[in-house]
């Protein structure tokens, strides 16, 4: 069974940056995966931010592009997701999920934003951002 946790949220000033790191145990860790970070409001449902498949290929929501970035690890099986000019609509709770089975993002690219993509998550770390 895949287990993740993530860490390195906080709270931070809008602008400013946040690193957050999501690592692996158990199972195929990143051996075999794609790997994405959800965003979930007070209130409301998770949304995904951005996604990094087995060859580093990375997808991002209009919203976070240019702003943030994904990146892997496979060594330290670590996912991170660094996150710049924070914006307050980016306060929440980020969790990291994993798909198993997968490869390339051009697999599950019509359908990497959505929950049922994926099969394992973290129990999330909530970021806030104040003005």
């Known amino acids: 069974q895949v287990q993740l946790v993530e860490s390195g949220g906080g709270s931070v000033q809008s602008g400013g940056s946040l690193r957050l790191s999501c690592v692996a145990s158990g199972g195929d860790s990143y051996s075999s995966s794609c790997v994405a970070w959800f965003r979930q409001a007070p209130g409301n449902r998770r949304e995904a931010v951005a996604t990094?498949?087995?060859?580093?290929?990375?997808e991002y929501v209009d919203d976070v592009k240019g702003r943030f970035l994904i990146s892997k690890d496979k060594a330290k099986r670590t996912v991170y997701l660094q996150m710049n000019s924070l914006k307050r609509g980016r306060t929440g709770r980020y969790f990291c999920t994993k798909r198993r089975y997968c490869y390339s993002l051009n697999d599950y690219s019509r359908v990497w934003d959505q929950e049922s993509t994926y099969d394992y998550w973290g129990p999330g770390t909530q970021v806030t951002v104040s003005s």
């Open positions: 990094i498949d087995n060859y580093d290929d990375t």
